[in-house]
């Protein structure tokens, strides 16, 4: 059980989708996350062990060594479609409780910004690491970030610009989230983005990375 288990983490850290997928090379014509994953489940091993000895080791390796710089985006993504792949074959077992998510993470990018590259990474991330997560998309203002907390008010919610001129966006909203749901967490992130901007507007975390956030999201919800 261990191995099998260890080798799903091993194709979600390299990036290795299935069998028909030639990416990594010196894995090609080998099974991936998505056929391991399935054969667990036919072996009788439980779904949230699939989930947390399996897939969230995997992409907990690769947001590692992301932070360090060993690898890049482009790997990350194949990290993270290995993950979504093997991933839809336990959905059913979310609904029935026998998978515990770990938490819920709202994320958008703010009013007026359209870039989604950065947003896209981190929701890959959180959910690969067992939080499901309600992606906004691009140019969210503040009024669908307040009707997706009313939805799911025990989310931790994620915001994010890559310009000077849309960060602004990011006071409104948090100041709008702090005075209707006071207990919710916030984090801001995206390249013009800093830890005393976040002091400044009252946002609860600043992240500059990915694998930070997801690394303060498990502190904080364990």
């Given at each position: 059980?261990?191995?099998?288990?260890?080798?799903i983490a091993h194709c979600v850290e390299v990036g290795k989708i299935n069998l028909k997928t030639?990416?990594?090379?010196?894995?090609?014509?080998?099974?991936?996350?998505?056929?391991?994953?399935?054969?667990?489940?036919?072996?009788?091993?439980?779904?949230?062990?699939?989930?947390?000895?399996?897939?969230?080791?995997?992409?907990?390796?690769?947001?590692?060594?992301?932070?360090?710089?060993?690898?890049?985006?482009?790997?990350?993504?194949?990290?993270?479609?290995?993950?979504?792949?093997?991933?839809?074959?336990?959905?059913?077992?979310?609904?029935?409780?026998?998978?515990?998510?770990?938490?819920?993470?709202?994320?958008?990018?703010?009013?007026?910004?359209?870039?989604?590259?950065?947003?896209?990474?981190?929701?890959?991330?959180?959910?690969?690491?067992?939080?499901?997560?309600?992606?906004?998309?691009?140019?969210?203002?503040?009024?669908?970030?307040?009707?997706?907390?009313?939805?799911?008010?025990?989310?931790?919610?994620?915001?994010?610009?890559?310009?000077?001129?849309?960060?602004?966006?990011?006071?409104?909203?948090?100041?709008?989230?702090?005075?209707?749901?006071?207990?919710?967490?916030?984090?801001?992130?995206?390249?013009?983005?800093?830890?005393?901007?976040?002091?400044?507007?009252?946002?609860?975390?600043?992240?500059?990375?990915?694998?930070?956030?997801?690394?303060?999201?498990?502190?904080?919800?364990?």
């Amino acid at each position: 059980m261990e191995e099998l288990l260890d080798k799903i983490a091993h194709c979600v850290e390299v990036g290795k989708i299935n069998l028909k997928t030639p990416f990594p090379p010196a894995m090609k014509g080998q099974p991936g996350a998505e056929e391991l994953t399935l054969q667990a489940l036919k072996e009788g091993i439980a779904p949230a062990e699939i989930l947390t000895q399996g897939l969230i080791k995997g992409m907990e390796k690769i947001g590692v060594k992301f932070k360090n710089n060993q690898v890049f985006v482009p790997q990350v993504l194949m990290s993270a479609k290995a993950m979504g792949t093997a991933i839809k074959h336990l959905k059913p077992y979310f609904s029935d409780g026998s998978v515990a998510m770990k938490g819920q993470f709202i994320i958008g990018t703010v009013e007026g910004d359209l870039h989604d590259i950065g947003k896209n990474l981190v929701a890959m991330m959180v959910e690969g690491n067992g939080y499901e997560v309600i992606d906004l998309g691009v140019d969210v203002n503040t009024e669908k970030f307040l009707e997706a907390i009313k939805q799911h008010p025990d989310a931790y919610v994620g915001m994010s610009a890559l310009l000077t001129t849309t960060m602004t966006n990011m006071e409104q909203i948090n100041s709008a989230i702090k005075a209707a749901y006071p207990g919710v967490v916030t984090f801001i992130g995206g390249a013009p983005v800093t830890a005393e901007f976040a002091q400044k507007i009252g946002a609860d975390y600043y992240t500059d990375g990915p694998q930070e956030l997801v690394e303060i999201l498990n502190r904080i919800s364990a």
